[in-house]
């Protein structure tokens, strides 16, 4: 059942990664300075955890592939991220808001990690943990600077939110996957991170004086592979010079 | 190869010219007083041809931020300045667990780090270091409950946050209302 774990690892290994590469395109493009300086600062932490997960997946699959093959030369049906991470960056909102609603979700699952059975899961979970509080308490802080600021800038916060939310769901089911990483002890059950994770957005959203959307039903598939329209385009920039120079180095 | 050379240099002596590796982006703080050196372990001759009957000298470090692109300068930078007192079979090696803090910086680094105009920690990263609690996103919001940061230059602790992110993963922006220099702050972590 190694396999189960593989694709558990490639999933924590794509989050980071295809959300540090959504970031990383904000750069010289940030409304302001700090800004710009906060998106690739969590970017590079975020490709950093990538590098970690991917290069344990590589070994526990035993194939010979390094964190480079698995994020260089798969297809997007081979990716397991989350839909949410893969949604365009959009307006600067709509990139605060998805970070912040990853940024909750994401240390909740840490911090389950951080007490895996597995040592290799639970030191690389206690490092980025360490990293994401940082992350969250940014995400939090201009989700509530923008929702609680203009009429305008609420407006499209709540926008954001409500198109959002439907991404934001599918990590709280469980599949085979999951079911068998959680009986091992090597991950916390994927449903029991839904009560803490909407009890912080609830705190969050009331002090940005944003409505929790009452939107029931979701979109699910990006961890079996099933991915929307924009994961492709993303992963032809992130994949250029490889597709196009196989083995290039420098 | 002197004959000098095959005998082991002592820990302390190997600590001291690891303690002139500076980290590449605050080159005032060398790797051993950042905390990130966390042990050298000999390792015997293996017959190779680089030992010179030394044996293998492993340093195990420590990444700061897991996306630190410092860390291939600094494993770089050790294996160079070991070689250059005749260590020749260099090892570097990561070790994850536990993860680094603050905490590990010596007083020296943080006094150097002032008197280089960056402000050294306030306070102790206790309670982040294994990661494994969840943040309570309530108090996280709530306004005081960062240590204040003395400026560098002036030493008030009239400064004002402008960028929770700066030069470096490891840093946030300052300024200081009293002096209004705008100041580098290692953040704890």
Known sequence: MQEAKFEYLLRLGDNALVLS??????????????EDLALTNVALDLLGQARMW??????VEGRGRDEDALAY???GGEFRNLLLVEQPNGHYGDTVMRQFLFDAWHQHLLAGLGQSSDPRIAEIAQKSAKEVRYHLQRSAGMVI?????????????????????????EWFESDDVDTWCAD?????AAPTLAAPWRASVEVVMARATLAMPDYVGHQRGGRQGVHTEHLGHLLAELQFVQRAYPGARW | MSLAATTRPSRDQLLAWLDSVMDPEVPVVSVVGLGIVRDIVWHDAQGGQNDAGMGTLQVIVTPTYSGCPATEVIALSIRVALQSHGVDAVEVTTQ???????????????????QYGIAPPAGPAAGLADGSQVIDIASLLHAGHQPAVPCPQCGSTRTR????????????????????EPFDYFKPH
Do not use: I, V
Not at chain 1, 54 to 59: D, P, V
Not at chain 1, 184 to 188: R, T
Not at chain 2, 96 to 114: C, F, I
């Open chain 1, 184 to 188: 091992q002890g090597l991950a916390p």
């Open chain 2, 161 to 180: 946050l402008l960028s929770q992110f700066g030069s470096t993963a490891c840093k946030a922006l300052y300024r200081c209302n009293s002096c209004l």
């Open chain 1, 145 to 169: 600077a923008l929702g609680d600021g203009t009429s305008l800038s609420q407006k499209r916060m709540q926008g954001s939110l409500e198109q959002l939310w439907p991404y934001a769901q």
């Open chain 1, 73 to 75: 030369l798969r297809d």
């Open chain 1, 21 to 34: 590469q959504r970031l990383g395109a904000w750069c010289g493009h940030g409304p302001a300075l700090e």
């Open chain 2, 96 to 114: 994850l667990s536990p993860a680094w803090t603050t905490d590990w910086m010596t007083e020296t680094a943080r006094e150097a780090l002032r």
């Open chain 1, 54 to 59: 991917l290069s344990y997946a590589g070994e």
